[in-house]
């Protein structure tokens, strides 16, 4: 459970390339994820290559470090599987939490980079990668050795926590008028 608490984004990496059987371990996370009828709707594109995670670090003006990783994942639904996207993004969502902690377990940094619903980026990755019918580039994923400090946030909320029924928010009784 440590790998959950103390995972936080990794936004600089160290200039060495991840060990094959880390990659394998990544992806056997993603694939252990639950999906919606078990149809499983992901494809996931592993990229070493630099000139390639260079053309994909310009996709957003948050991925300029994509670059710098070791790794790049761009996690795709397969609407050839699943035709509804909304199910193929929470299952991909699945999917990718379980490789951001799986790698968090091997001391190897990441950072989810937003691509899907922004048309401009998923059009870029489609003109890079060039996609086949169906398969839709959700988002990206920076993998590598961190070469930053750690923050991790504390995130506990009680107010987000209802037990039995949803507890109004007297800060926020405007919003129910
Ligand atoms: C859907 C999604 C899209 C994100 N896109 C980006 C991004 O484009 N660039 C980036 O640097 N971080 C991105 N992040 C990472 C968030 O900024 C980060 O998870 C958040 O600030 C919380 O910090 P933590 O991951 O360290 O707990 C994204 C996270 C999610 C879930």
């Not at 094959?20 to 594109?45: G, N, T, V, Y």
């Not at 995130?155 to 926020?172: A, C, F, G, P, V």
Request: aromatic share 10%.
């Amino acid at each position: 459970m440590d790998y959950i608490f103390n995972r936080c984004s990794i936004r600089k990496f160290k200039d060495e390339p991840l060990k094959d059987d880390e990659i394998q371990k990544i992806l056997k996370a993603a694939f252990s994820a639950p999906s919606a009828r078990d149809l499983r709707p992901w494809q996931f594109i592993v990229i070493q290559n630099k000139e390639t995670l260079e053309k994909l670090s310009t996709v957003s003006p948050y991925a300029s470090f994509l670059k710098d990783a070791s790794m790049g994942m761009i996690v795709c639904a397969d609407t050839n599987i699943n035709p509804s996207l909304d199910y193929c993004q929470q299952d991909c969502a699945a999917a990718t939490e379980n490789m951001l902690i799986e790698a968090n377990a091997l001391s190897i940094g990441s950072c989810w980079l937003g691509v899907y619903p922004r048309e401009e980026r998923y059009l870029k990755v489609n003109e890079i990668m060039k996609l086949p019918k169906g398969i839709f580039p959700l988002w990206m994923i920076a993998f590598g050795y961190s070469d930053q400090k750690a923050v991790v946030k504390n995130k506990w909320d009680e107010s987000k926590i209802h037990y039995e029924k949803y507890k109004k928010n007297l800060l926020n009784q405007d919003a129910l008028i």
